[in-house]
């Protein structure tokens, strides 16, 4: 069943901005949710990652806001830095129908001091993870005394990441009267404790978390565990199908892929816990402008990300949860478009394959490695990426990049891909041919008047 935005009780100027948004149908989870949010139920709502509860739970929060008072009025609790930056991001998109709603992140892994002057400055909705808020609420740096909602995203993963205590802290400096939503993809005994300990009589909401078979093409393969990382390059050879994000099962499992991968020519980078979040943010950035082909990654740093036009999602090992199983090929075939799931299965994963058939309700398709035609041309990313030592702190805009590189008529803007700014530096995306050139460009010729260093990443 889909149903109009029109039909729900929004505001005519939240109407018009979701029509210019292109929001005409609700997804199921909206569907289901949306009516219950708005009238100030608690909900429990279990739905995967690209299912649209982003904006379910957003609409809602959105609606009790008070714009004239700037205190924190809706908080969004995530697992991770990157999910809470595309919250805000579709927060403050959904919320241009109102006037001057201020959106503000606050996540671990950042400098504490600038959190501190922004919240001075005062939000009205703030969009964190649990530890950075709970530091927050400790230093009096925040304040929950006006809260109306409290969303918990992804709630099932920031249990899995040990958060379970921090979430009690931060509840517990929230109003008794205030409005709960709990989203999770699985719905383990922990959720229900979770819900049970925070949650007024919530009403209970789940869609089909399963994938049709017309949208994603599932194969599995069975390998030696000692031949794992040669199937994944045959694989890739044989499909050529990028971008491709490949699931481990553990950080040293990614570092020794991505080392083969870039050993045999083909553009892999790792995204695990390891990482620093600049790098985490680099690597991010080169994937999702196309820079990068392969993204080798675990299941809690993959948690959250939201990638367009993802060709193919390979198991390097089986998920151990059939639902975490679900959750990493849903990445693909996305948003009308078909995808492919090939997955690896070692002779003692054997009982992980019965789990994901019971689940899904249907007999794995089971394909021969052997047979498959490859080719030992690199598989190389469509785009390459340059990076300028300036960034938002120097008052660096994508505009300033754009223009100093099609200045004169050098590159068509058709060629250049995402730019990307961080606090001190900015990363553009060129079509591969013209990679050279544009760092001549870029290295020779001004952006906004100063010389600024740059260099190909």
């Known amino acids: 069943m889909t149903l109009a935005f029109s039909s729900l009780s929004l505001s005519p100027a939240m109407l018009a901005n979701l029509s210019s948004l292109g929001y005409q149908q609700m997804t ?56 809470a930056d595309q919250v805000a991001k579709e927060i403050r998109r959904l919320a241009r129908a109102a006037e001057n709603i201020k959106v503000l992140t606050l996540c671990g892994g950042v400098p504490f001091g600038p959190q501190i002057g922004s919240l001075e400055h005062g939000a009205h909705i703030i969009v964190g993870t649990p530890g950075r808020i709970q530091e927050h609420l400790r230093k009096g740096t925040l304040s929950l005394s006006g809260l109306n909602t409290l969303v918990l995203d992804e709630a099932d993963r920031m249990l899995d990441m040990g958060f379970i205590d921090s979430i009690a802290e931060v509840i517990a400096q929230t109003p008794t009267r205030r409005q709960t939503l709990l989203f999770s993809a699985t719905y383990p005994p922990a959720i229900e404790q979770l819900a049970a300990r925070f949650l007024r009589d919530p009403a209970r909401v789940e869609v089909q978390a399963q994938h049709d078979n017309t949208q994603i093409e599932q194969r599995f393969y069975e390998i030696q565990a000692e031949q794992r990382y040669d199937a994944v390059l045959h694989l890739l050879r044989h499909f050529r199908r990028q971008p491709a994000v490949a699931f481990c099962a553990t950080r040293l499992q990614c570092d020794e892929l991505v080392a083969h991968l870039e050993a045999a020519k ?141 200045g004169n008529g050098a590159i068509a803007a058709d060629k250049i891909g995402k730019i990307s700014l961080f606090d001190h530096q900015a990363l553009v995306a060129v079509e591969r041919a013209l990679a050279r050139q544009a760092l001549e460009q870029l290295s020779n010729g001004r952006i906004k008047g100063r010389s600024l260093r740059v260099r190909q990443l």
């Open 28 to 83: 199921e989870i909206q569907a289901a949710s949306l009516p219950l949010i708005l009238k100030g139920r608690d909900l429990i709502a279990q739905a995967k990652t690209g299912s649209g509860k982003t904006a379910a739970f957003a609409l809602g929060l959105l609606q009790p806001i008070n714009p004239r008072y700037f205190g924190c009025q809706a908080l969004v609790l995530c697992p991770t830095r990157e999910l």
């Open 266 to 406: 083909i553009s892999a980078a790792a995204l695990h816990g390891d990482l620093e979040q600049r790098e985490r943010d680099q690597v991010l950035a080169l994937f999702a402008n196309r820079s990068l082909s392969v993204l080798v990654a675990t299941d809690v740093a993959a948690r959250g990300l939201d990638i367009e036009g993802l060709q193919l999602v390979l198991n390097v090992e089986l998920a151990r949860d059939p639902e975490v199983h679900v959750h990493r090929i849903g990445r693909t075939g996305r948003a009308g478009e078909t995808g492919l799931a090939v997955s690896l299965v070692a002779p003692a994963e054997a009982r992980r394959v019965q789990a994901i058939e019971a689940l899904q309700g249907q007999a794995a398709a089971w394909f021969p490695l052997a047979g498959l035609k490859t080719s030992l041309e690199p598989l190389l990313p469509p785009m390459h990426t340059l990076c300028i030592a300036a960034g938002r702190k120097d008052k660096l805009r994508p505009g300033d990049i754009l223009g100093a590189l099609t």
